[in-house]
């Protein structure tokens, strides 16, 4: 049965644009279509989304929300309100700043002249604070030298449309209203919402959805109003994250470069407002893969963010393993033992890939890693099933030549999709073998057919020494194409002791690997390209065609890093850390490949997600790498390896969790680590 295409909010790995002639593969073929998608989403990258699954609050700078775009309150993909328009005196505020105050709330200040023979200088502060849960704050205070008496007016409107109507531009007209309580109601077939206001208004229009107050200010004087908007019969939004303190909230960074500081704060903050509970067992939480477009469950998104924030603890794992889990195909057949995904945009040389086929290799990794950080002996048991059924679908599916395609039947070979194959098999060996379970010496026969299989037909030899190959055809042909997507080879896996699973290259290519993901071709100076500049059909924009993936990039940092080659690790840490303070160390997904300018600034794409889980989590295994945390909790070790140039300056990460306790470690100037804190009985090793 084939797998679903993605829908434009929950399915969604990048933009697309239409082209008018499929873009074919090396040699002619032509590739597969893509998923079909809206041709043009909303522009998202201006706006200030406030998040706490499964709420959002999205808005322009200007703090107004005048039901235009993507600007509203929603709730489980709902938008609830759409407009918000706030008027004293007769007038609309003249905004002057717009925050984002925490991942859940933003304020918003504006001016206001009164009247009009008053002078330039405003005497009236607006300040707004917008909740994701559905409350905001209004305040108005007075720099008048006298009384004020000024009427305000609210205009309240909602469509009650789906996020993905909204999306696609297909929303239809505001609801009527009628007067409810202290405020405002609408009704439609897909539900109720209401809206009060505290203190009541002084008159209510329904036909308008105006609310309406007089207010006397004195000279410094204040008056409040607090909105409240609701789906009628439900409560205040309780997000999953504020349950989460033990695990997350506590992780901290503190050094010579403040921005290390900055973005784990804010990374952690975003990865708390994007857990959610799995319906039907709400203890487990995962994480939705970003804001606004995709507020659910990604199978791949969640576990390789997932695996990324492993230095915060293993709730965030279990709970996304044990939800995956019981999504697994089971029974018999070709598909028995996937985790399902839908198909994604793989740019313009190669078809769809399959986020199934990726996630069904993260599952079997992440639960050896997760039990490697702490996760207890009894989930790890609990989950071991699962992870044989992956790792026998993979055995199953591999081809006569060891390598795996993707999609899964008839696709070509991907280079990271061998990658991360090739992972999950020498770990789940490791895993199963600790475990008394049988089948590791399949799994790793299977690794070593794959690694000479790789070696000879993935490897394109040129006159610069050589690339790996974007993908093999199934007849055999390489697609010569040098993808960000060739930084995965990097990223092998912690097995016992700390030490890294071998990976797919030899020395001299691995080298060669190093050497390419730091020269200016894929380096764009913010971060790791997805394509390299000198690829046909390029695109900075492009999110798979040349636009900086962060997690691509945290991948190839932490990669290079572990395998020595610090030079170029360093060189994409300074250029993603410098992207981040732009974007105010709230990392979107991806970001434009332009090359980076003296005085410049990234170019932000319109329809990324920010927050996005990869990328927040991308935050945490940034930092982290620095240190070079490896640990062996059943063993009771836990090994660094820091980068010895410290290109941070001193560093100190605390609070982060080992072994189900609190671990602390700083990494000096010189490139030296120190453990100062850690669970009882956790020893040093070497």
Known sequence: MPLPAPSPVSGREGPQR???????????????????????????????????????????????????????????????????ELRVAGREPVAVQARMLS??????????????????????????????????RIILRS???????????????????????????????????????????????????????????????ASAGLLRWEVELPPGGTWSLELRVRPEGAGPVRAVGRGMSQSLATASAAGDDPRARALLDRSVEDLQALLLRDPEHPTDVHLAAGAPWRCGLAPAEALAAARMALPLGTRIAAGTLRTLARRQLVGKGPRAGMIP???????????????????????????AEAWRWGLSAQETEELL????????????????????????????????????????????????????RSGGTDLRQWAERLRGTFREEFWVEDRTGGRPAAACLADGRPVPLFTGGAAHLLDTGLLGSGVLAPGLLDKVQTEQLARLLGGPA????????????????????????????VHETAVAVAGLA???????????????????????????????????????????????????????????????????IRPDAPSGTVTLRPVSSAPLGELGLTALRVAGAPFSVRVSRLGLAMVEEAADGLQLGV
């Open 385 to 436: 099933p699962a992870a044989e059924r992956c790792l026998r679908w993979l055995l199953a599916a591999a081809d006569d030549g060891g390598s795996l395609p993707d999609p899964y039947p008839g696709g070509p070979a991907r280079c990271e999709t061998q990658a991360h194959a090739h992972r999950a098999a020498l770990l789940g060996a490791d895993l199963l073998e600790a475990h008394g």
């Open 341 to 367: 995904g839908p198909l994604r945009n793989a740019g313009p040389h190669l078809p769809p890939g399959c986020t199934g086929v990726e996630a069904t290799l993260l599952f079997p990794a992440l639960l």
């Open 562 to 628: 572990a395998a020595g080659y610090e030079k170029e690790a360093s060189a994409l840490l300074r250029g993603v850390m410098a992207a981040a303070e732009t974007f105010g160390h709230r990392l979107p997904e991806m970001y434009a490949g332009e090359q980076r300018t003296e005085g410049g600034a990234p170019l932000p794409h319109p329809a990324a997600c920010r927050p996005a889980a990869t990328a927040a989590a991308a935050g945490v295994q940034l930092l982290t790498a620095l240190a070079g």
């Open 103 to 136: 991942a859940d709330r933003a304020r918003f200040v504006a001016t206001l002249r009164p009247s009009a023979d008053g002078g330039p200088d405003p005497d009236v502060i607006v300040e707004r604070t917008r909740y994701a849960d559905g409350t905001e």
């Open 18 to 84: 239409p082209t008018p002639t499929p873009p074919r593969l090396p040699g002619g073929q032509a590739p597969a279509p893509a998923p079909r998608r809206p041709a043009q989403l909303p522009p998202a990258h201006a706006t200030l989304i406030c998040v706490a699954m499964p709420a959002l609050a999205i808005s322009t700078d200007q703090g107004q929300l005048t039901g235009r775009g993507l600007e509203g309150f929603y709730r489980a993909g709902r938008r609830l309100l759409s407009r918000c």
């Open 522 to 549: 894929v380096d764009s100076g913010w971060g790791l390209r997805s394509l390299g500049v000198r690829e046909a059909a390029y695109n900075p924009f492009g999110h798979r065609a040349g636009a900086v993936r």
């Open 143 to 205: 720099a008048a030298a006298r009384p004020l008496r000024l009427p305000v007016e609210v205009s309240l409107g909602t469509d009650l449309a789906e996020l993905g109507a909204v999306a696609s531009g297909t929303t239809g007209p505001e609801l009527p209203a009628s007067v409810h309580d202290s405020g405002m109601r609408w009704s439609s077939p897909a539900g109720h919402c209401a809206v009060t206001a505290h203190p009541a208004p002084a008159d209510a229009l």
